[in-house]
Structures are given as C-alpha cells and as structure tokens.
C-alpha cells in the first residue's frame, strides 16, 4: 500500500469517527431533551394533582361546616370540629410542599381517602341521630295530641262541672217572693202622707224551695231612699256580698225547713223622709234574693 492510499484511509477513519463522534452527541442530546421534557410533563402532572387535591381538602373542609350547622349536639359538634381542624392542618400543608415531591403528595392523597372515610362515619351516624330524632318527634308530637286532647276533655268537663255547680247553686238559692211596703202610722193604720208615717213595714215570702240548706237564716233588707242614700241606724253593721262588705237597713233571723215562710219585718222612721220613690233589696245566703221599689207620696 503506498502513502497516497494511507493518505484516503486515514482520511476515511477520521470522518467516520466524526460521524460517529456527532451520532453520539446527538443522541446525548435527544436523550437529555427527551428526558427534560418528560420531567417537564411530570410536573406539571404533579402540579395539576397537587391543585386537584387542594379542591377536594378545601370541599371536605366545607362539608364538615355544612354538617356542624345542620345539627344540635355540642358533643358532635365538638368532634367535627377536631376533624374539621386536621382537614386544615393537611390542606395547609398540601399548599407548601413542592408539586414535585410525589411522594408527600401521594401520602396526603391517602389521608384524604381516610379523612372522607371518617366524614361518611359521621354522616352515618348523623342519619341515624335525624331518623332518632324524627321519631321522638312524631311520639312526642303524639304525646302532645294526646294531653291536648286529655286536658281539652278535662276542660269540657270542668266546664261542665261549673255549669252544674251554677245550676245547683241556682236552684238552691232563696227567693224572695209577694214583696210589699206599707207606710203605716203610730196606730198600725195605712199612713196616707209622709209626715203621717211612723213605721215602714216590709212583707214577703221565703218560697218553697227543697234543694236549698235548711236551718237558721239571716235576712238582711236595705231601704234606698230616692237619692240612693240607705237608712239605717247607727246599730246597723255590714254583711257580705260579692266579696266586699255593704251596711244594711235591718236583719232577721228566722228558721228555713225548706218551706214557705212568711217574713215581716218594721222600720221605725225616725228620719226625715222625703217624697219620691224607693227600693227595697233583700239579701239571704251572700245572694239578692228579691227588690222591689214603692213611692212615698206628701
């Protein structure tokens, strides 16, 4: 082989390493592009999970508020809150690490998962507290119903009992019947005039009446005079009716069996009279039991 073929030889030995050579480079750097641009899709993939994640942790946090208003048990409530507290601490903490640190990411996905797990507990239990609760209303509801319908019946009744009370209160009442009033004179004759009037002698009758007590009864009779004024002496007291005390003109006392008894009863005038018309009122038992008005005339 002469020089001028070593010569192309050679030459052929050194292009073809530069050939080489720059294949090699090439490929190193396809290989570093190839692998920059997977890292770059990782990356980003990561950093979309990781803002993925951060949506779920931030909704979880917001179920536990929703759930913590929808009820009213603070030992609950109590207990939501804790876990509330964690979902935070993690959401936190998800907001610092890097979006390349898989590893982490992939750990707080996990305790996510466990996190919804406890929320789903929760709920469960929440239910089955709504549905208790749903039916202690209803038989509280019914409890309800039934003392309304109990106490309205117990007031019918005592409604009723009033009523009968009153009509047996009514019925035994005294009444007074066949009122008169005769001004008569010293002599016991019909008075014609005032001035001529010494006496005032009220008549009536105790009626039949076999409900009421029987025994000793007090009447009680007040004369009004025209201005309504009461004559009365200064011996004469009080008596009660209608919870307060009121004077009257005269009392009797007489014996009721239950039968008719007559009543007479005499007001000595020793006042001036004047001319008009008065009333007289009878009282037994606290009750009125007759009135009748009369006029004197000059």
């Given at each position: 082989m002469?020089?001028?073929?070593?010569s192309i030889?050679?030459k052929?030995?050194?292009i073809f390493g530069v050939?080489?050579?720059?294949?090699?480079?090439a490929?190193?750097?396809?290989?570093?592009?190839?692998?920059?641009?997977q890292?770059?899709?990782?990356v980003?993939a990561f950093a979309?999970?990781k803002e993925?994640?951060s949506?779920?942790?931030?909704?979880?946090s917001?179920q536990y508020?929703d759930?913590k208003?929808?009820?009213?048990?603070d030992?609950?409530?109590?207990?939501l809150?804790?876990e509330?507290?964690?979902?935070?601490?993690l959401?936190?903490?998800?907001?610092?690490?890097?979006?390349?640190?898989?590893?982490?990411?992939?750990?707080?996905?996990?305790?996510?998962?466990t996190?919804?797990?406890i929320m789903?507990?929760y709920v469960?239990?929440?239910d089955?507290?709504?549905?208790?609760?749903t039916q202690l209303k209803?038989e509280n509801?019914?409890v309800v119903r039934q003392y309304?319908?109990a106490?309205?019946?117990a007031a019918?009744?005592?409604?009723?009992?009033?009523?009968?009370t009153?009509?047996?209160?009514?019925?035994s009442?005294?009444d007074?019947?066949?009122?008169?009033v005769?001004?008569?004179?010293?002599?016991?004759?019909?008075a014609?005039?005032?001035d001529k009037?010494a006496?005032?002698m009220?008549?009536?009758h105790?009626?039949?009446?076999?409900?009421?007590?029987?025994?000793?009864?007090?009447i009680?009779?007040r004369?009004?005079?025209?201005?309504?004024?009461?004559?009365r002496?200064p011996s004469s007291g009080?008596?009660?009716?209608?919870?307060?005390?009121i004077?009257y003109?005269m009392a009797?006392?007489?014996?009721?069996?239950?039968?008719?008894?007559?009543?007479i009863m005499?007001?000595?005038?020793?006042?001036?009279l004047?001319?008009g018309t008065?009333?007289?009122?009878?009282?037994?038992d606290g009750?009125q039991i007759?009135?009748?008005?009369?006029?004197?005339?000059?």
């Amino acid at each position: 082989m002469d020089a001028s073929e070593k010569s192309i030889r050679n030459k052929s030995l050194i292009i073809f390493g530069v050939i080489v050579v720059i294949m090699i480079i090439a490929g190193g750097v396809y290989y570093i592009f190839h692998q920059d641009r997977q890292m770059k899709d990782m990356v980003e993939a990561f950093a979309l999970e990781k803002e993925s994640l951060s949506d779920d942790y931030e909704e979880l946090s917001l179920q536990y508020e929703d759930i913590k208003f929808s009820i009213n048990n603070d030992s609950l409530i109590a207990q939501l809150t804790t876990e509330q507290m964690k979902v935070q601490r993690l959401m936190e903490e998800l907001r610092t690490v890097k979006a390349t640190n898989a590893r982490r990411i992939n750990e707080l996905k996990k305790e996510l998962e466990t996190l919804r797990k406890i929320m789903r507990n929760y709920v469960i239990q929440i239910d089955s507290l709504n549905a208790e609760n749903t039916q202690l209303k209803k038989e509280n509801q019914k409890v309800v119903r039934q003392y309304q319908q109990a106490s309205s019946a117990a007031a019918q009744l005592t409604k009723e009992k009033e009523k009968l009370t009153e009509r047996v209160t009514m019925a035994s009442r005294l009444d007074a019947t066949a009122i008169q009033v005769k001004p008569i004179t010293s002599k016991g004759k019909d008075a014609k005039r005032i001035d001529k009037t010494a006496q005032l002698m009220v008549t009536f009758h105790i009626a039949k009446n076999i409900t009421a007590p029987v025994g000793e009864k007090v009447i009680y009779v007040r004369i009004m005079k025209p201005d309504d004024d009461i004559l009365r002496k200064p011996s004469s007291g009080t008596f009660a009716f209608e919870n307060r005390e009121i004077a009257y003109s005269m009392a009797k006392t007489i014996e009721y069996e239950g039968e008719e008894v007559a009543v007479i009863m005499y007001w000595d005038v020793e006042e001036y009279l004047s001319p008009g018309t008065y009333r007289v009122d009878i009282f037994a038992d606290g009750n009125q039991i007759g009135r009748k008005s009369f006029a004197l005339e000059k």
